[in-house]
């Protein structure tokens, strides 16, 4: 198992669902953990779960679709540890679902300013740090929106295929920096995201079930051991890639 003894990983989204599993999973592995998140409580009973793993963790409220918050955010992780060493981008929103006639500019601006202007600035920042302390190793969210076009989910598929691709871009460009970028894609997972999509009458996940090679969802800990992984020295020649979690859902 890759540890990550003495790093520092920032968690965005870390107050729920797949951030919060990858959050618990990397302080599992010795890593210092900062949760931002948009809803600070949530982050803050993130950071609680962590404190079993006797290192030192750092909750915060910030917005990844504004670029003020974005700075401070990296600012106060750098005053309080110096280094990000990992950064993880699992903010983002899927709300809605509607057919592309009928939706509106709003909506589209609200998923990608989230998802992919987001994961974006959140880079940015962080690696503008990692060049500084050496290299670091940026993952971002994607999604089986990203691999696969989903209909009606116009703004949420193309912020996930556009995620993939600044993934690549990044990877590419930094590989010098010493930073790696890489970017997972997984298939539905239950979490308050998918809850609430299901809340909605959105989402029928007995049909993706019964679609699904293997007869089952994946977890939140399967995207976070896959984050893990990438996180650590184990996969120092893996970059630019985007690595499908989600039980061969998008191979056929
Ligand atoms: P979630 O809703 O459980 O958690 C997302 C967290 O991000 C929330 O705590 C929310 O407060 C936070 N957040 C939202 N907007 C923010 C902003 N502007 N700034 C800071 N924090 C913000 O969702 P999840 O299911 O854990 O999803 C995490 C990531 O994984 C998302 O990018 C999502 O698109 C992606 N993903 C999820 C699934 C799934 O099935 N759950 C599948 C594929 C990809």
């Known amino acids: 198992v890759g540890r990550l003894d003495g790093r520092v990983a920032l968690v965005t989204g870390g107050g729920s669902g797949l951030g919060r599993a990858t959050a618990v999973l990397l302080a599992r592995r010795g890593a210092r953990v900062v949760c931002l998140d948009l809803a600070g409580d949530a ?3 993130t950071t609680l779960l962590l404190e079993s793993s006797g290192q030192d963790h750092l909750a915060l409220s910030g917005n990844v679709a504004r670029q003020e918050s974005v700075d401070e955010v990296t600012a106060a992780v750098i005053e309080r540890f110096g280094r990000i060493d990992v950064l993880v981008n699992s903010a983002g929103i899927a709300e809605g679902k509607a057919a592309t006639l009928d939706q509106d500019l709003a909506h589209w601006q609200r998923i990608i300013d989230v998802n992919l202007t987001g994961s974006y600035l959140m880079c940015q920042a962080v690696a503008r740090t990692m060049r500084d302390t050496g290299g670091g190793v940026i993952l971002n969210l994607s999604s089986i929106a990203g691999v696969i076009g989903l209909p009606r989910r116009t703004a949420y598929s193309a912020s996930k295929g556009a995620v993939s691709m ?13 930073i790696r970028v890489n970017a997972v894609a997984p298939g539905y997972i239950r979490t308050a995201m998918t809850e609430r999509l299901m809340a909605e009458g959105r989402l029928d996940l007995e049909a993706i079930i019964r679609r699904s090679p293997t007869g089952a969802l994946g977890t939140a800990d399967n995207v976070a051991e896959a984050l893990a992984f990438l996180a650590s020295d184990q996969a120092r020649f893996i970059t630019g890639v985007v690595l499908p979690v989600d039980g061969a859902y998008t191979v056929y």
Request: hydrophobic share 50%; charged share 20%.
């Open 166 to 178: 600044l993934t690549k871009v990044l990877a590419a460009e930094w590989a010098p920096y010493g």
């Open 43 to 45: 982050a803050r009973s």
